[in-house]
Structures are given as structure tokens and as C-alpha cells.
């Protein structure tokens, strides 16, 4: 999902949260006057292209899986009569210096993962306006998932180790030690009923934080590791495990592999690993996985692309369908919807880190 973050010296940190508020609340209205601009001199806000299905043969497109919010936005081209911000603008500010990584939604609330010191940020989509809602414990946040009683499931890189936190008031309801090995990068995480399971890109293994009557969190002990075997090979040098999500049916995990960029099916009782037939597409530079119904996006980050996959139930082979580019696309590396939208924070990997590099959150349709 991403590689180290390059740290620097900086401010205090009750300086440097007040820092990243007023930049973002003085700059907001500076980039979305910039990315209007692109816009307005572009095709569009995104474009669809590459492989398509052969004539004649249905295209499916993913529909609302009951997971997004019922929402209705606002127009995006152009701010209205009242000269006010746009409503759910298509981009918007991070904190300068942010590096952010993962993404997770709910509501009307994006949450937003810091590579530098595991800050973590919540943007109001209507506005783009956002504050630190929990601070880090000083290494990378990376892939999240927020689940209905509003707990917010971290991955926490080089630390070997992952957290929940609550949406309401930030305070982390639970930490996990996965591995004390090096080298280890926990990258991303997805839920399912009774677990939340992890990628590490630096170790053959996922691991599994069961979960007990009603999501109830349990103790370090009862954490697992489950070694990947099968079809799997373990690069030692580049990333591994990256994105996961389920299969359609439910059944089984799905995870991309960044060094390969192949897709397995994981059986989650035994870490059996089998290839998913893509009829030769590559998933180069996989990264954040989501799923919708029998739709699999996939975002190839240095790339700057999302590759969308019909997927048979099981899991086992599927078909690239079209890509999803964006003029505004920045090194993307994890998604999440939100209604028709996904919405992906720029890494900008390819841009020197500074504490005065911009990042920024971009918008697409489905």
C-alpha cells in the first residue's frame, strides 16, 4: 500500500495539529478553485477506458450495496449564485506534510490515516473541512475500515501491530501486537462478522482479531496469525499482502499481492491461497481492494488508475471490465464509497516529502 514515510523534524504537536486545522481551512478554498479550474479545462472529472467486455456481452455495473449513504450531492462544476463552496466538493485539502494513506466512510465523515506519526483525520464530505480526531502513536496509520457501531479498525505498518478506535470521541478502545519480526508492515485491514482480519506486505501471514456476541473486542490473546500457502510465493524484497476484501459470496478473503500484482482467494480456515483467474489482466501495483456485490475495484496506485473486475461468487476468476482515471489522480492508494462515488486520498509517492507538501482527497463515479 505504500513505502516507508520519510519523517521530519517539526513543531510541537499540539502546534502542529493547530497548524494542520488552519492550513486546510485556508487553503480548502485555494485548491478547489485550482481543481475547478483543471476541470473545466479537462474532458471531465474522470474518464473510463481499457479493456472492455467482447460485443454483445453484457457489462454489469456495480450498483449501491446498502453500505453508502442515501445522499443526494450537490453540484461539483461550479460554485452556485451565492458564490458558497460546492456541496460534497470532488476534491479537497489534507493537512500539509499529512502523507495520508488509508481511507475509510461513514455517514457523511471521511477518516483519514497519516504515514508520518499515525495522526488520524476526519473530513466532513460536504465540505472538505476536518480536524485530527485521534493522534497516532508516532508510526503509520495505513488501511481502516469503520464498522456500524462506529469503531475504526487501523493498520499500523512498521509497527507490527493494529488499534480501534472510537468515531465519537478518538480515544482507542483496543491496540494489538501482531508480530515482534522484522521486517513487518501491516497494511490493510477489511471486517467481517466475527472478524477483522490484516495483510502484512513484509510476512507470509494475515491475521485475524476475532471478534465476540455483538462485535465485542477480545484480548491480545485471542489473536491469531494465519501463514498464507498455495499458490502464494513470499517476495522477501518487495510488498506482499496488500489490499483485502471478501469474495461475493461471503466465503472467503480476497487479497493482491503489490510484487506479482495478482489476486488470490484466501480460505480463511486454513490460509490456503489459490490464483484468481483474471484471463491475463495484471493488477500491477495493486493497492486498496473494495468490493460491491460481484465488482471488485482495484487501485493500482503508481498507476493512477482503478482497474474494475467482474468476479464469478467464489471468487475464482473474474474479467477486467473498464478502468477509472482522473486528471486529479495523485499516486491514489486506498477508496471507499460513498453513494455513486469513491473517494481516494492522494499519496504522492512520487513527490518528495516535505512538511509543506500538499495532499488532497479526490472524488469519482462508479
Not at 140 to 157: E, I, N
Request: with cysteine.
Amino acid at each position: 500500500m505504500s513505502r516507508q514515510p520519510v519523517r521530519q523534524p517539526g513543531p510541537t504537536l499540539a502546534a502542529r495539529h493547530l497548524g494542520r486545522t488552519l492550513a486546510v481551512s485556508v487553503g480548502l478554498s485555494a485548491l478547489l478553485l485550482t481543481s475547478l479550474t483543471t476541470a473545466s479545462a479537462t474532458a471531465g472529472p474522470e474518464t473510463v477506458t481499457g479493456t472492455r467486455a467482447a460485443a454483445g456481452t453484457p457489462v454489469k455495473h456495480s450498483a449501491d450495496d446498502g453500505l453508502c449513504a442515501p445522499r443526494q450531492f450537490g453540484r461539483n462544476a461550479a460554485t452556485g449564485t451565492s458564490g458558497r463552496a460546492p456541496a460534497f466538493p470532488q476534491q479537497f485539502a489534507l493537512p500539509a506534510g499529512f502523507q495520508p494513506e488509508g481511507i475509510a466512510i461513514a455517514g457523511t465523515k471521511g477518516y483519514f490515516g497519516s504515514r508520518v506519526d499515525g495522526d488520524i483525520w476526519v473530513a466532513d464530505l460536504r465540505t472538505g473541512n476536518g480536524r485530527i480526531l485521534s493522534e497516532g502513536p508516532g508510526t503509520a496509520s495505513l488501511g481502516m475500515k469503520v464498522d456500524g457501531q462506529g469503531r475504526l479498525f487501523v493498520a499500523g505498518a512498521a509497527g507490527g501491530n493494529g488499534r480501534v478506535i472510537d468515531t465519537r470521541t478518538g480515544k482507542v478502545l483496543a491496540s494489538y501486537t501482531f508480530t515482534t519480526a522484522t521486517p513487518t508492515f501491516v497494511n490493510d485491514v477489511i471486517l467481517t462478522k466475527d472478524a477483522a482480519w490484516f495483510t502484512d506486505s513484509r510476512q507470509p501471514v494475515l491475521y485475524k482479531v476475532p471478534l465476540g456476541r455483538h462485535g465485542k473486542l477480545p484480548a491480545q490473546s485471542a489473536v491469531t496469525s494465519v501463514p498464507l500457502s498455495g499458490d502464494y510465493v513470499h517476495d522477501p524484497v518487495n510488498n506482499n499482502g496488500n489490499g483485502i476484501s471478501l469474495t461475493p459470496d461471503g466465503r472467503a478473503l480476497i487479497i493482491v499481492q503489490s510484487a506479482t500484482g495478482t489476486l488470490f482467494r484466501v480460505d480463511p480456515g486454513t490460509g490456503a491461497t489459490k490464483a484468481t483467474d483474471l484471463g491475463g489482466a495484471v493488477m500491477t501495483n495493486g493497492d486498496g481492494l473494495l468490493l460491491s456485490n460481484d465488482t471488485l475495484y482495484v487501485v493500482q496506485n503508481r498507476l493512477n488508475k482503478i482497474a474494475v473486475l467482474d468476479l464469478d461468487r467464489r471468487g475464482t476468476s473474474g474479467r477486467l471490465v473498464r478502468e477509472i482515471t482522473s486528471p486529479h489522480f495523485d499516486v491514489p492508494t486506498t477508496a471507499a464509497f460513498f453513494g455513486q462515488r469513491i473517494y481516494l486520498p492522494n499519496a504522492r509517492f512520487t513527490t518528495p516529502p516535505t512538511p509543506e507538501t500538499e495532499y488532497s482527497v479526490t472524488a469519482v463515479g462508479r
